[in-house]
Structure formats: structure tokens, C-alpha cells
């Protein structure tokens, strides 16, 4: 596609659900990252994959977060039994290569999700 | 570890007045350093990037140097505008094992008119 698609735009959920986050990358573009946005706390890492590999998951904060991407393309970030720390903006983002200095990103328009 | 620090906001100025957005980072190896802007409502964008010592990125009028010296990158615009208010993120990206970019917390900007 033309940009980094994500869905939903925003989720609410009950504390205890489970969540899935969708992410539909930028054509051909062969590494995608998620990231967590938390009030005051700026941009956090969560995990990378190169192809349908995730060479990095450092950043996942619980057995509770997971991630998978098929085909190259699409990818799923799913959590488990929801908490109200959870709640946060979650930001998809894609590029062309991996280990290329001086290539930046580009993101989607990130999903809102809030648990109650 | 790698590590990128940016002045708190919010800032506010008044329109036409001068910009800084201070920057430094800790950093293994020789990153390449980025201003990402959150527009309110919008999602990510890069502004700009340089990617080695005494670079110049700029765009829209904002312009930052990467100082190897000083291990900064301060984002500068001579004359803000309103339409520049929005949230700017220092980054970089470490070349020797993948291409993960670490972000500092972000700076609200608000210009008044």
C-alpha cells in the first residue's frame, strides 16, 4: 500500500481481554517495528522483524505480549489478559532494509487502545 | 547503553520567534541521528536526519547538526510558525546490528499567534 496501515484506530477493552493489533506495512518493505506510546514516556520498543523473523523482542514487556508477521507482510501484536498499564497508543512502523544506517522509518497512524 | 536525552516540554513561544529543541545523545559506534514529528492527530513523520559528523539535515526550515564532539543534535527553526506546533522526537540508529531506532521522550511544542 501506500502507507503503514493500522487497525483499529482505537480499541477498548476490559481489563483481562485479549487484544489483537493489526499491521499492514508499506509494500516490498521487508523490516517492521512496533512500538509503545505512553504518556510522558515517549517512544518504547517493543519488537522488530526482519522477513517473518523477529532477530530482536527485546523490548516485549510480559510473556503476556507476543508478535507474528506472515508472508512478510502483515503483522499481529497480541496481548493477553489485558491490564490498564497497557493502555497506550501503539505504533507500527516499516523500511525498506534492516542494518542500513541513515534509513529512517515510516509509521502508521498508530492504534489507541484503552482498557477499562 | 544507547541512549537519546531531549530538553521536557512543553515549550511555548510566540509566532516568528527563534526554535531550539535541545538534543544529546550516548551512543557505541557511530549512530545516525533523526527529528521525527507527531502532528496532533497524525502519526509519526520524519523531519529530518544526518548521518555522519558535522551533517546538516534540514527541512521545512528547520535544520540540525549533528555535533560529534558535543554528541548533540538540537533542532533549530529561525522563525516558528504555528502550524509547527506538534511533538518532536530526537532519535538515532545504531548501524552494527539492526537498524532499530531508540527514541528520546519527546518535546510538545505550542505556538501561539
Known amino acids: 500500500g501506500a502507507g503503514v496501515s493500522q487497525s483499529p484506530s482505537n480499541k477498548v477493552t476490559e481489563k483481562g481481554k485479549d487484544v489483537e493489533l493489526r499491521c499492514d506495512p508499506i509494500s516490498g518493505h521487508t523490516a517492521l517495528y512496533w512500538y509503545r506510546q505512553s504518556l510522558g514516556q515517549g517512544l518504547e520498543f517493543l519488537i522488530y522483524?526482519?522477513?517473518?523473523?523477529?532477530?530482536?523482542k527485546s523490548g516485549l514487556p510480559s510473556d503476556r505480549f507476543s508478535a507474528e508477521r506472515t508472508g512478510g507482510s502483515v503483522s499481529t501484536l497480541t496481548i493477553q489478559r489485558t491490564q490498564q498499564e497497557d493502555s497506550a497508543v501503539y505504533l507500527c512502523?516499516?523500511?525498506?532494509?534492516?542494518?542500513?544506517?541513515?534509513?529512517?522509518?515510516?509509521f502508521g497512524s498508530g492504534t489507541r487502545l484503552t482498557v477499562v | 547503553g544507547n541512549s537519546v536525552t531531549q530538553m521536557e516540554g512543553p515549550v511555548t513561544l510566540s509566532e516568528e520567534a527563534f526554535l531550539t529543541i535541545n538534543c544529546t545523545y550516548t551512543?557505541?559506534?557511530?549512530?545516525?541521528l533523526f527529528w521525527y514529528v507527531q502532528y496532533p492527530g497524525e502519526g509519526l513523520q520524519l523531519l529530518l536526519k544526518a548521518t555522519k559528523a558535522d551533517d546538516k539535515g534540514s527541512n521545512k526550515g528547520f535544520e540540525a547538526t549533528y555535533r560529534k564532539e558535543t554528541t548533540s543534535f538540537h533542532l533549530e527553526k529561525g522563525s516558528v510558525q504555528v502550524s509547527d506546533s506538534a511533538v518532536y522526537f530526537c532519535?538515532?540508529?545504531?548501524?552494527?546490528?539492526?537498524?532499530?531506532?531508540?527514541f528520546g521522550k519527546g518535546t510538545r511544542l505550542h505556538i501561539l499567534p
Open positions: 512502523a516499516s523500511s525498506p532494509h534492516a542494518a542500513k544506517t541513515g534509513i529512517g522509518y515510516t
Open positions: 551512543a557505541t559506534g557511530y549512530p545516525s
Open positions: 522483524f526482519q522477513g517473518n523473523s523477529a532477530p530482536d
Open positions: 532519535a538515532l540508529n545504531l548501524m552494527n546490528r539492526d537498524d532499530k531506532i531508540i
